[in-house]
């Protein structure tokens, strides 16, 4: 198992899961979410390709209600 | 047909533009919406809260046939934030728009103005339609409109104070300075007739949630603002009579049965 922070808490994944099996293990849908990895930007193309490793920082974002600040 | 506002090439049905949070339930949002009028409305970007597992999702209640998003970058207090917020928004949609706030002070939430030149000058270079949220302040605006930006978006008092028009001199300084992008009054609105008031000076169009959202009545408000939106816009064309101290008759003055 690795440990990676995932909007600030703690989680753990399975050895070698990809961004992809992240997302999927969260039940959230793909098409609503982005990811930004180590504060870089991940394409939706990469989530498969792209291996968590121990202490990786995963931030998810979605859309909410909003209008200014 | 001839007089529609155009943004960054996009030609919109609405000159009121809606922002979707503060609002009790999705389904009252999606009502608000429609009554409104609106094409255009805004949304947050935010952590996905990994602890709610009802999933309901704001996208799931916002008919993007019908509505153009805006995503925005409230909530940020550095142009890195703002920037990072921008690029988040565009992966999730397949838009390159951007209401671009940097926000400076918690209290008042007025914009740093320096941020958010330094964030749309960036977000522009990247290829973004950038629609910043800025002070009445005539000389970032023409800062921002020489850095590309598509828009100029004025607050008209602090956002979701509604106290109404709180810089009409400012405003009407900026409607008759920056012509090259539209000017939309971003924020202040309190009620039907700030809408109005707004319009008359000339502004191309306004952007407002609290008004409608926190009313007793959203769905109501929001028809009213659509109807003051229109009311204002019409006014402003029609060309205003001038004040006159004194009382002019509107009868005629001879002919009078004696």
Redesign the interface.
Known sequence: MLTVV????EKNVEDGAAIADLIAH????P??????LN?K????AEWPSTRLVEGDKV??????????? | MSDQLVIGGRTLKSRLI??????DT?EL?ARALEVSGTDMV???????N?GDKS?E???DHIDLKKYY?L??T??CYTADDAI??A???R???DTNWIKL?V?GDEQT?FPDNIGLLEATTVLVKEGFVVLP?LNDDLIIARRLVDAGAAAIMPLAAP??SGLGIQNFTNLKILREMIQQVPLIV??GVGTASDATLAMEIGVDGI????GI?CARDPIAMAEAMKLAVTAGRLAYQSGRIPRKLYASASSPTTGLSR
């Open positions: 995932v909007n600030g808490d969260l039940e959230l849908k098409e609503r979410v982005a990811v930004e504060r930007i991940l394409k939706r931030e998810i974002v979605h859309f909410v209600g909003g209008g200014a600040s | 809606l922002g979707t949070g503060k609002y999705f949002m805004t949304v947050a970007v935010r952590r996905v990994l999933k999702s704001l996208l998003l995503p925005n409230a909530g990072r917020t690029m988040m928004a992966e999730v949609l706030e926000i939430l949220y956002i979701g971003d924020a952007l407002m949630n609290t959202a």
